[in-house]
């Protein structure tokens, strides 16, 4: 019954958005800008359309803006040119026609992997944000077909760059440096890259392959997806998410989940923090480094997957919850009547677990 109410009040929300004016032939215009050598930093920045960063076989960082508009006129006004920056920024912008429109239409608009940003544009509501000095909007439904799609190849040396692509994905792969994907409403997606990384996505997922370095990734409302890294420190901060973090070499992990879980398997790490609001967190961890967890739960359980030759100290302080412990030789740590935790071994990793309400649960795993 409930399903069937559902379904029929979204079959009348979708019956009441106003069909898209037919549009003649597309209107196509290729810009080009490049970035000397002698700029320390830079930044390439886009409204609509999809980005990607490449490696290229220059010393110069090379844009290519392939416009796409419902009309010559739409698509001669776009422009690609340096635009005012933070001070030491070599910063290029993708410019629209906004004498003409401030709402503009992209047929990508809340695309797979932009949480339920898909649903929102259908039904008409779009991005609106300010951009260039300006307030515009973005939907897949209304406003004047206009939209950028952005090829950028950076030299095959470490760099300095910000990418921004408002509304969107962002694909990156093979580059170096301090680099910095940033998406308003879009999905981002990185491989292979090596330095200081960081991914923001306002509403959409990230998801990273083969990182060297140190990783920082924050989303609003989105999953972050760590599959290999090796470096010094990954963090990630997900507003309404999942986390899933997978064969990770690393000093440290800090984790922030709003609402929504995290699954750490196959890490081999020094020190673990992790702060759920609402959600359960699982560490699977391998290798004899790991010194510290700290894990800090609103209502959530733990579980600690620690291997079979774990040795370690656990204390847990829970409003609700009780401690589970799966080592058979793990002795427990009494305080007064009440058992806080256990002990193994000579105690390596130091383990603390404050929660409202919420399990500890401490097992050798695989």
Same mark, same amino acid.
């Given at each position: 019954?409930?399903?069937?109410?559902?379904?029929?009040?979204?079959?009348?929300?979708?019956?009441? #958005?106003?069909?898209? +004016?037919?549009?003649?032939?597309?209107?196509?215009?290729?810009?080009? #800008? =490049?970035?000397?050598?002698?700029?320390?930093?830079?930044?390439?920045?886009?409204?609509?359309?999809?980005?990607?960063?490449?490696?290229? !076989?220059?010393?110069?960082?090379?844009?290519?803006?392939?416009?796409?508009? =419902?009309?010559?006129?739409?698509?001669?006004?776009?422009?690609?040119?340096?635009?005012?920056?933070?001070?030491? #920024?070599?910063?290029?912008?993708?410019?629209?026609?906004?004498?003409?429109?401030?709402?503009?239409?992209?047929p990508g608009s809340g695309e797979k992997g932009d949480?339920?940003?898909?649903?929102?544009?259908?039904?008409?509501?779009?991005?609106?944000?300010? *951009?260039?000095?300006?307030k515009v909007k973005v939907s897949g439904s209304s &406003?004047?077909?206009?939209?950028?799609?952005?090829?950028?190849?950076? +030299?095959?040396?470490?760099?300095?760059?910000?990418?921004?692509?408002?509304?969107?994905?962002?694909?990156?792969?093979?580059?170096?440096?301090?680099?910095?994907?940033?998406?308003?409403?879009?999905?981002?997606?990185?491989?292979?890259?090596?330095?200081e990384v960081k991914a923001d996505a306002g509403s959409?997922?990230?998801?990273?392959?083969?990182?060297?370095?140190?990783?920082?990734?924050?989303?609003?409302?989105?999953?972050?997806?760590?599959?290999?890294?090796?470096?010094?420190?990954?963090?990630?901060?997900?507003? !309404?998410?999942?986390?899933?973090?997978?064969?990770?070499?690393?000093?440290?992990?800090?984790?922030?989940?709003?609402?929504?879980?995290?699954?750490?398997?196959?890490?081999?790490?020094?020190?673990?923090?992790?702060?759920?609001? !609402?959600?359960?967190?699982?560490?699977?961890?391998?290798?004899?480094?790991?010194?510290?967890?700290?894990?800090?739960?609103?209502?959530?359980?733990?579980?600690?997957?620690?291997?079979?030759?774990?040795?370690?100290?656990? *204390?847990?302080?829970?409003?609700?919850?009780?401690?589970?412990?799966?080592?058979?030789?793990?002795?427990?740590?009494?305080?007064?009547?009440?058992?806080?935790? *256990?002990?193994?071994?000579?105690?390596?990793?130091?383990?603390?677990?404050?929660?409202?309400? &919420?399990?500890? #649960?401490? =097992?050798?795993?695989?």
């Amino acid at each position: 019954m409930r399903r069937s109410v559902i379904r029929a009040a979204l079959l009348v929300a979708l019956a009441a #958005v106003p069909l898209s +004016p037919p549009v003649a032939a597309e209107a196509t215009r290729t810009l080009k #800008v =490049e970035i000397p050598p002698s700029a320390a930093r830079f930044a390439i920045e886009n409204l609509a359309g999809t980005m990607r960063v490449a490696p290229g !076989s220059g010393d110069t960082v090379v844009a290519v803006a392939t416009v796409h508009a =419902e009309s010559e006129d739409l698509a001669a006004a776009v422009r690609f040119e340096s635009a005012s920056g933070s001070a030491g #920024v070599e910063t290029f912008r993708v410019r629209y026609p906004y004498a003409k429109s401030t709402s503009f239409r992209y047929p990508g608009s809340g695309e797979k992997g932009d949480s339920y940003g898909w649903l929102t544009s259908f039904l008409g509501g779009g991005t609106t944000t300010t *951009y260039d000095g300006r307030k515009v909007k973005v939907s897949g439904s209304s &406003g004047v077909l206009v939209y950028a799609d952005l090829e950028i190849q950076v +030299p095959r040396r470490a760099v300095e760059g910000a990418f921004r692509n408002v509304v969107g994905s962002l694909d990156a792969a093979g580059v170096e440096g301090r680099l910095r994907f940033d998406t308003g409403s879009g999905k981002i997606t990185l491989d292979g890259i090596k330095g200081e990384v960081k991914a923001d996505a306002g509403s959409g997922d990230v998801k990273a392959t083969n990182l060297e370095g140190s990783f920082d990734c924050d989303t609003g409302s989105g999953d972050c997806v760590l599959d290999g890294f090796r470096g010094d420190i990954v963090s990630c901060d997900v507003g !309404s998410g999942d986390m899933r973090l997978s064969s990770i070499v690393a000093r440290k992990i800090t984790t922030d989940a709003g609402s929504g879980d995290v699954l750490a398997v196959d890490i081999d790490v020094v020190e673990i923090d992790t702060d759920a609001g !609402s959600g359960d967190v699982e560490v699977s961890a391998k290798g004899t480094r790991l010194e510290r967890v700290r894990a800090d739960a609103g209502s959530g359980d733990l579980t600690l997957k620690l291997g079979p030759d774990a040795s370690f100290e656990a *204390y847990a302080d829970q409003g609700s919850g009780e401690i589970v412990n799966r080592y058979a030789d793990a002795e427990p740590i009494v305080k007064g009547r009440e058992v806080i935790g *256990y002990r193994r071994g000579t105690g390596q990793t130091r383990i603390d677990f404050d929660a409202g309400s &919420g399990d500890l #649960v401490l =097992e050798p795993g695989s």
